[in-house]
């Protein structure tokens, strides 16, 4: 929503000469969401505590608790993690964000190049996109909660990742219609050496071979050097709202089941240490995500860069199917509860 009203302020926007800083479409959101992040950390420090829950999320005492109780305590988190879980679990967060930051960056681009939008288009129409998909995406964390206590995280989180597979997947490129070339103007102050037969071309074949004197400042299209625009077929409007549709369900379903698994997995066990290494295998992922996308996207074209990702997401899923038995509650891998 905020990147789409932020489309208002326009490419040249406000420049702040004191500090030489340009506030327009592309910079404003940056340093919105910079913003938020400050507020974030404040309201961490001011507001939230850090408890000790067990496996159904009832307290077991405060982190910070010292007391005659402690080694009664001590007692119901007896056992060892599944480090082999831990490390399932960070892969699958790694894919699923990878995917989401690929879905982000590639839209963009993508749109550009197939529906020939011009950069404030792109970013307009896309907030909207996105937009709709937030909302979709706020729906589905309030409705697979009721859903996990019926099928459990297991399932949804298998059931997560297909829908994500099937939205990359409608984003092949299908059929014959090719996307708009942007036919780039050559600029060159030498004058080039005429030959005779040259000479002979009549005006008006010389005249079809120029741009057109009514073309826009800013050209659209597939641009030309990107050689796969001459050869793949674009990737229609229907197609590219549907794979948006489904990856707004798929993304967060994924999301949340990762989270609440991976919370069971340690169980009443301290998850400082655990929490920041998924945390950093969701940042790895969305700094790999799109420098992955864009040197593929740009180089090999959308069929190759669709299909990696096709294939990344069929890897994720044999090895939910693998480690499928040990993903289960940290109290329950123990026998201290019934799955």
Not at 40 to 50: G, S
Not at 165 to 178: A, E, Q, Y
Not at 186 to 194: A, G, H, M, Q, Y
Request: aromatic share 12%; charged share 15%; glycine share 8%.
């Amino acid at each position: 929503v905020f990147q789409t009203c932020f489309t208002l302020i326009g490419e040249e926007g406000i420049t702040w000469k004191l500090i030489d800083l340009q506030l327009n479409m592309y910079t404003t959101p940056v340093l919105f969401g910079a913003l938020l992040g400050i507020i974030n950390i404040i309201l961490i420090f001011i507001i939230f505590r850090e408890h000790r829950v067990d496996d159904m999320g009832r307290q077991c005492k405060s982190v910070n608790f010292e007391g005659e109780e402690s080694g009664v305590l001590d007692q119901d988190v007896e056992g060892n993690v599944d480090h082999v879980a831990v490390v399932a679990i960070n892969f699958l967060f790694f894919v699923i964000l990878f995917v989401f930051a690929v879905f982000e960056t590639i839209a963009t681009p993508l749109t550009m190049d197939m529906y020939s939008w011009t950069r404030k288009q792109a970013v307009f129409y896309n907030g909207i996109i996105l937009s709709v998909v937030g909302i979709e995406s706020v729906i589905v964390f309030m409705v697979v909660k009721m859903l996990s206590k019926k099928t459990g995280e297991r399932a949804i989180l298998h059931g997560g990742l297909l829908i994500v597979l099937v939205g990359f997947f409608i984003l092949l490129p299908w059929g014959k219609k090719l996307p708009n070339i942007q036919w780039q103007e050559i600029k060159n102050n030498s004058v080039p050496r005429t030959a005779a037969t040259e000479m002979l071309i009549p005006f008006w074949s010389f005249q079809a071979t120029q741009l057109p004197a009514n073309h826009t400042a800013e050209p659209v299209g597939c641009p030309v050097s990107q050689s796969w625009c001459l050869n793949t077929p674009m990737i229609y409007l229907a197609q590219y709202i549907a794979s948006d549709i489904l990856i707004g369900l798929g993304y967060p379903v994924c999301n949340v089941m990762s989270y609440t698994l991976y919370s069971k997995i340690l169980g009443p066990k301290p998850q400082g240490v655990y929490m920041g290494w998924l945390t950093a295998s969701g940042s790895g992922a969305r700094i790999l995500g799109p420098v992955f996308v864009s040197q593929i996207y740009t180089h090999l074209g959308p069929r190759w860069a669709f299909s990696l990702i096709c294939g990344v997401v069929v890897l994720s899923l044999l090895i939910l199917e693998i480690v499928y038995k040990r993903l289960i509650a940290f109290s329950v891998r123990y026998g201290r509860m019934q799955e």
